[in-house]
């Protein structure tokens, strides 16, 4: 039957084919439509509708309570959502609404949650971010700021805006600083508001990657630090103040317009789209500090709409300006250093500290022994230390790619009692300084794609497809 297909039959074979590959790539990616604001019941209606939906690859928990008695929910989306995390799989994790008031980002975390789950089998982007990453949203850490604010008002810092929790505190002013440091986590918490209780406790029993913090009333990606001992309008530099900077100038410069710094809300100028913190305006007590100082987690404060409560007509037109910095975010957390520290034994070693020779600022192990290091591009040299310093590895140099790259460096320690003889206290980056390797590709735990999506089924067919239409070509232009 194939040897008598005319010219004519094969060329309608190849329309036919060419034309199912046009409806599967025009199915490939499924947008999201924001109309209007969720109050608090709508907001956990949508998160309940998402994961039963999507159950294998979400799930929703309660971060805690706050002083109305609203909970906290956090939804949590990965691939093997439902199991243990994969080891060095790495955490991230975005917040907005923590000034009731200040509304767009709870928004935009609703739909980039469902942009995530829906398109998890149309895209080929989006299933490689959700295999790789443990992602968890908190769409609004002020739920009762929120239900007390109103829509239409472009400001708002008084008491009774909204901006503040039930107790009338300002969440974003609340959360310990340098002068806490030396206190323990049941001593923070236990002289928190509830919602940063519970977002203390959150911090020192994950091991977080990344975080982004969502706000409203300008549009700017901030940087640490925050806080300063200092002038108002000078920067407060930390020691990782490079990676922030790309890290902010990540999502500036994915955004449609936050990357022009300037003409855009109000009087504000920012080269870049990017600021340092305490150079805008000094903040003590902010979350992002937070997170620095008491963690191994890199936090900006993303400012996403000039106007802070804005009219439901305008929150489309804030996914589409955010989505692609959203997802380039969510991406840069599979660069830096990652690794193992283990002993003699094999068995890991919680709590040891990961050094970077000429940055003052150090990481420890999660409860199994991993670690993750954000940095800039450029050479480092990097070494563990037991917890109580008695054991440390050489020093190893490593070259980390530029962010957008999306590629880390694997570097596994062993702490042994021999390995501190090349450990110097200054790290030249000569040639006898052991040279760590490019991290192996990682085989996902499971198909990126799942089994009979459509994406997969474009792969399948494209080189068909190719291979028609040049014989469809070639034997048509004999028969017309």
Not at 54 to 64: D, N, P, V
Not at 284 to 296: A, E, P, T, V
Request: with cysteine; hydrophobic share 40%; glycine share 8%.
């Amino acid at each position: 039957m194939v040897g008598d297909m005319t010219p004519r039959g094969w060329l309608m074979v190849g329309v036919a084919i060419i034309s199912q590959l046009v409806v599967l790539s025009a199915a490939k990616t499924v947008g999201v439509v924001l109309s209007d604001y969720h109050n608090y019941t709508q907001l956990m209606d949508e998160l309940d509708t998402l994961i039963e939906s999507y159950s294998e690859l979400s799930r929703l928990y309660i971060l805690g309570a706050t002083i109305e008695e609203r909970d906290i929910p956090v939804i949590q989306i990965s691939q093997g959502v439902r199991e243990d995390r994969v080891k060095l799989k790495p955490m991230i994790k975005l917040i907005a609404n923590m000034h009731g008031n200040e509304a767009v980002g709870r928004e935009l975390m609703l739909a980039l949650a469902r942009y995530l789950l829906q398109n998890y089998e149309r895209d080929p982007r989006v299933a490689k971010i959700v295999n790789e990453t443990d992602i968890h949203i908190v769409p609004t850490l002020n739920p009762d700021g929120f239900e007390n604010s109103t829509k239409g008002i472009c400001l708002g810092h008084h008491r009774g805006s909204g901006r503040h929790n039930g107790n009338l505190v300002d969440l974003n002013r609340a959360f310990p600083s340098w002068d806490d440091l030396a206190e323990t986590k049941e001593q923070l918490m236990a002289k928190s508001e509830p919602e940063v209780a519970a977002v203390i406790d959150w911090i020192f029993s994950q091991p977080f990657v990344l975080s982004a913090n969502f706000h409203d009333g300008a549009v700017v990606a901030n940087y640490p630090w925050d806080d300063s001992h200092g002038s108002e309008r000078e920067r407060s530099i930390s020691p990782d103040d490079t990676t922030f900077v790309d890290l902010a100038t990540v999502y500036a410069t994915n955004h449609a317009n936050m990357f022009q710094g300037v003409g855009l809300c109000h009087e504000d100028n920012f080269p870049g789209g990017i600021t340092n913190g305490a150079e805008w305006y000094i903040v003590k007590g902010g979350m992002q500090d937070f997170n620095y100082l008491f963690s191994n987690c890199m936090e900006l404060t993303i400012e996403v709409s000039c106007c802070k409560y804005p009219m439901e007509s305008e929150l489309q037109k804030h996914w589409n300006q955010n989505k692609e910095s959203l997802l380039s975010y969510l991406e840069v957390v599979q660069g830096g250093v990652r690794g193992y520290v283990r002993d003699e034994n094999g068995d890991p070693v919680p709590n040891a500290v990961i050094e970077v020779n000429g940055i003052q600022k150090n990481i420890t192990t999660s409860y199994f022994g991993e670690y993750w290091r954000l940095l800039s591009a450029g050479k480092y040299c990097i070494r563990a230390t037991s917890p109580d310093g008695s054991l440390m590895t050489e020093w190893v140099q490593i070259t980390v790619t530029p962010m957008d790259s999306k590629k880390h460096v694997r570097v596994d320690f062993t702490l042994s009692s021999l390995g501190a003889e090349n450990s110097v206290n200054t790290c030249d980056l000569e040639l006898r300084v052991p040279v760590a390797p490019a991290a192996a590709p990682v085989k996902p735990s499971s198909s990126p794609l799942a089994p009979g999506s459509g994406a997969q089924k474009i792969k399948v067919l494209e080189p068909l497809a190719i291979f028609l239409v040049f014989h469809v070509i070639l034997l048509t232009s004999f028969s017309f």
